[in-house]
């Protein structure tokens, strides 16, 4: 088993930032429907900024330990675990056994991925 170097860790909580920052950039907006489009639509890109600051270089570094599938797939797997959360605590809505279903089968296909 190889040893867990920065290369390996980093990106990953590089990930897992950037896409706090996404979530909130694509999602957020939807517990303020009462603002105009246009003004969520600048806040969206403000906060989209931050995402692609730690996600590129998370993948750049990244990129040295694991291939461009795995990087993608980490990604995902990590989209879907920020996005559960945000649901439940910003946007106040129920996971169903249906959702919890539907990114089991996801983490499935992550662990063929990475299946050596």
Known sequence: ?????SAHVYPVLMLIASNVFMTFAWYGHLAFKQKALWL???ASWGIAFFEYCLAV????IGNAVYSAA?????QE?????IFILFSVFW???SITLQHILGF???VVG????FRA
């Open 1 to 5: 088993m190889n040893s867990l170097t």
């Open 40 to 42: 969520v639509v600048l």
């Open 57 to 60: 270089p998370a993948n750049r």
């Open 70 to 74: 795995e990087l993608k797939t980490i």
């Open 77 to 81: 797997v990590i989209t879907f675990t």
């Open 91 to 93: 946007l106040k809505e």
């Open 104 to 106: 089991a089968v996801i």
């Open 110 to 113: 992550a662990a063929i991925v």
